[in-house]
T-cell receptor, first 111, second 115 residues
Framework: TQLLEQSPQFLSIQEGENLTVYCNSS?????LQWYRQEPGEGPVLLVT?????EVKKLKRLTFQFGDARKDSSLHITAAQPGDTGLYLC???????????FGPGTSLSVIP | KAGVTQTPRYLIKTRGQQVTLSCSPI?????VSWYQQTPGQGLQFLFE???????NKGNFPGRFSGRQFSNSRSEMNVSTLELGDSALYLC??????????????FGPGTRLTVL
């Protein structure tokens, strides 16, 4: 049983479209992180959210942490081919717990 | 500043053999974590080392072990390899152990294939 669920599992869209991917759990997390992983590489941290209801923006990417700190979303505006990759969410229940990763959303942006 | 390096990048072994993977963290980082990534199970935490001590461990059998040296470099060992051990093994380093917002920097991984 996955502690963190991500949806959709796969997403293929045209360049310029908007999209949202979701990360959900029945557990409360003290912090949640989003990573992007490209083929043949390790994940790269995009953002960390720690406060319920927090919204962070990184250029065309908007991240939101749910009020109850059980879920998060990543919205990409005007997707570009360079956004292609595996998007992973990861949560920490406490400062000293191991980090738990979701299964990921594989995004493909077609030129 | 150099990133996290992992050696070797690719490895092919046969069932029953053992393997050692190496990870060099970013200079100054004292925490090293290891993860296994497979298409079916995703990214799963193996263990974390901080100042040569194992601080946290995931749910993997005892065939998986690791250690950290005084210079923070880390190795992980898998004994009696099984087909299901085929995976991408990722190492991540961070400045501290624990603490919200402590950024993990991942290496490119070692792709292990067990035949």
């Amino acid at each position: 049983t996955q502690l963190l669920e991500q949806s959709p599992q796969f997403l293929s869209i045209q360049e310029g479209e908007n999209l949202t991917v979701y990360c959900n759990s029945s557990s409360v997390f003290s912090s949640l992180q989003w990573y992007r992983q490209e083929p043949g590489e390790g994940p790269v941290l995009l953002v960390t959210v720690v406060t319920g209801g927090e919204v962070k923006k990184l250029k065309r990417l908007t991240f939101q942490f749910g009020d109850a700190r059980k879920d998060s979303s990543l919205h990409i505006t005007a997707a570009q081919p360079g956004d292609t990759g595996l998007y992973l969410c990861a949560g920490e229940k406490t400062s000293y717990d191991k980090v738990i990763f979701g299964p990921g959303t594989s995004l493909s942006v077609i030129p | 500043k150099a990133g996290v390096t992992q050696t070797p990048r690719y490895l092919i072994k046969t069932r029953g053999q053992q393997v050692t993977l190496s990870c060099s963290p970013i200079s100054g980082h004292r925490s090293v974590s290891w993860y296994q990534q497979t298409p079916g199970q995703g990214l799963q935490f193996l263990f974390e080392y901080f100042s040569e001590t194992q601080r946290n461990k995931g749910n993997f059998p005892g065939r998986f072990s690791g250690r950290q040296f005084s210079n923070s470099r880390s190795e992980m060992n898998v004994s009696t390899l099984e087909l299901g051990d085929s995976a991408l093994y990722l190492c991540a380093s961070s400045l501290y152990s624990g603490g919200r917002g402590d950024t993990q920097y991942f290496g490119p991984g070692t792709r292990l294939t067990v035949l």
